[in-house]
């Protein structure tokens, strides 16, 4: 009877790490996530703007990395730029053409480990119906149980940058900056 007891004991316990082991999908916040790209224009500044409005799900298999994954979906009607007619401008078809593409989308190829804290998350980014492969640079933050929510909870700082005329959206380059660079911070949880 103690035998059976053990044995059922340590079926619990490995069963439970197994469980604790599994890949986990935090759903994307985006009150608390920012995606700021910026250029140079004409040599006098670096302006930036946002997209408000980042959806997506972030898989993390703490086991094994290489697993985890990102699917994120940006509405080109989020974009910021502080200035209201460039925000409608570029909606327009010249720029990101929004009636016909009305997203930008990211979905990883490829997640590598460089440490505990630090990945290399390659994967497809796709604007204005053009897909090219790009690397985000990205550090976890922390992950843990959000203290206000109460559940699982992530965070990371990534970045990268590419040029924009690859997706054709080269208006006013060289004078207006080719080089996009994207500063991402983003918050993401899970179910309970």
């Known amino acids: 009877m103690q035998f059976k007891t053990l ?3 340590l079926a619990v316990a490995i069963a439970s790490s197994v469980t604790l082991a599994a890949p986990v999908d935090y759903k994307i ?3 608390h996530t920012a995606t700021v790209f910026s250029w140079n224009h004409f040599g006098f500044s670096t302006p930036s703007a946002n997209f408000t409005d980042i959806q997506g799900v972030i898989k993390v298999d703490n086991a094994k990395p290489s697993n985890s994954s990102v699917d994120v979906i940006i ?3 989020s974009v910021n730029t502080n200035v209201p007619a460039l925000d409608k401008e570029f909606q327009e078809e010249a720029w990101f053409n929004a009636a016909k593409y009305p997203n930008i989308t990211f979905k990883s190829t490829k997640v590598e480990t460089k440490d505990k804290k630090h990945f290399k998350i390659t994967g497809n980014l796709t604007v ?3 897909t090219k492969p790009v690397v985000l ?3 976890l933050n922390k992950q843990g149980e959000h203290p206000m929510a109460k559940v699982p909870a992530i965070g990371f700082n990534a970045t990268t940058s590419f040029d924009r005329s690859a ?5 006013y380059v060289p004078n207006v900056g080719d080089k996009i660079t994207v500063n991402i911070t983003t918050e993401a949880t ?3």
Do not use: H, M, R, W
Request: aromatic share 4%; no cysteine.
């Open 167 to 171: 997706f054709g959206i080269g208006n």
């Open 75 to 77: 509405p080109i009607s």
């Open 190 to 192: 899970a179910a309970k």
């Open 7 to 9: 044995s059922l004991g």
């Open 29 to 31: 916040d985006p009150t």
């Open 137 to 139: 640079d990205a550090v």
């Open 128 to 130: 204005k119906g053009v």
